[in-house]
Nanobody, 114 residues
Framework: QVQLVESGGGLVQAGGSLRLSCAAS????????MRWYRQAPGKHRELVAA???????NYADSVKGRFTISRDNAKNTVYLQMNSLKPEDTAVYYC????????WGQGTQVTVSS
C-alpha cells in the first residue's frame, strides 16, 4: 500500500508561482512512476507531468516550459514547481503513484486569479 499526501496548493495571482509537494508512505516509492494530474470543474482529469523511477520526465503541452516535476527518493517526495501560472491552471491537483496499481492522494486546490 502507498499513501500520498499533497500540500502546497493555494491562491495565487496570474504570473505567480507555487510548488506542490506529495509525500509518500510505503516502500515502493523509489521504483514507482510518479505523476501529477489535475481536474478543473466540469472537466476530465488530465495528466500534467510524470517522472519515472529513473528520472525521465514528460509534460502536457499546456504546461511545458512552465512546470517542472522532480522527485527526492530519500524523502519519498515528488514535487511540482509551477511558474508563470495562468487562470486556466486553476484545478484540483492530484498526486499519483503507479507500480502495477494506481495510488492517489486526496488532492490540493490551486486557484489562479486574473
Amino acid at each position: 500500500q502507498v499513501q500520498l499526501v499533497e500540500s502546497g496548493g493555494g491562491l495565487v495571482q496570474a504570473g505567480g508561482s507555487l510548488r506542490l509537494s506529495c509525500a509518500a508512505s510505503g516502500s515502493i516509492f523509489s521504483i514507482a512512476s510518479m505523476r501529477w494530474y489535475r481536474q478543473a470543474p466540469g472537466k476530465h482529469r488530465e495528466l500534467v507531468a510524470a517522472i519515472t523511477s529513473g528520472g525521465s520526465t514528460n509534460y502536457a503541452d499546456s504546461v511545458k516550459g512552465r512546470f517542472t516535476i522532480s522527485r527526492d527518493n530519500a524523502k519519498n517526495t515528488v514535487y511540482l514547481q509551477m511558474n508563470s501560472l495562468k487562470p486556466e491552471d486553476t484545478a484540483v491537483y492530484y498526486c499519483n503513484a503507479f507500480h502495477f496499481l494506481d495510488f492517489w492522494g486526496q488532492g490540493t486546490q490551486v486557484t489562479v486569479s486574473s
